[in-house]
């Protein structure tokens, strides 16, 4: 269970306090968590990402400073995953609110896609919705020999 966040002293993460964790039926016959004691740990972090599932975005930690939607959840504008804060995304649940887990793969993915745009500074060669890569056209990029292509995957 993480426990904190540690920062470098600049405002940047630098990582992250955990503590370990039982699961032990309670007396209700509910699921109780239990911290095992002595089992701290340190682990080192760049970066952070949260995964919230169906409890919606967790003010404790994001505070008033991301903007929020008239139902609570993190706006960001359509088809977009980036945030009232630069550099930092949202996708899935804490965006949409309560939803299928294909849509959380799926906004995750497109989420990836701006992240690399944010950090490359430039368009990505990630996969969009469907799986498609459009290629590089190596005939305009100075390489007569090789054909311009589409490269399709899937999950």
């Not at 359509?78 to 804490?94: I, K, N, R």
Request: glycine share 14%; with cysteine.
């Amino acid at each position: 269970m993480s426990k904190d966040f540690v920062d470098d002293g600049n405002g940047h993460v630098k990582g992250i306090n955990i503590i370990r964790v039982e699961w032990t039926k309670g007396a209700s016959g509910g699921w109780d968590m239990k911290q095992i004691e002595g089992s701290e740990q340190f682990f080192s972090a760049d970066l952070v990402l949260l995964s919230m599932g169906f409890l919606g975005p967790e003010d404790r930690v994001l505070g008033n400073n991301i903007e929020k939607d008239a139902r609570k959840n993190i706006k960001t504008p359509p088809g977009q995953y980036a945030t009232s804060l630069p550099g930092v995304f949202a996708a899935g649940d804490c965006r949409r609110g309560q939803s299928l887990i294909v849509w959380g793969i799926n906004e995750g993915r497109q989420a990836a896609r701006d992240v690399d745009t944010y950090l490359m500074g430039q368009g990505t060669q990630l996969a969009t919705t469907g799986g498609i890569v459009r290629g590089v056209n190596y005939q305009t990029a100075g390489h007569p020999h090789r054909p311009s292509r589409s490269v399709a995957v899937s999950a």
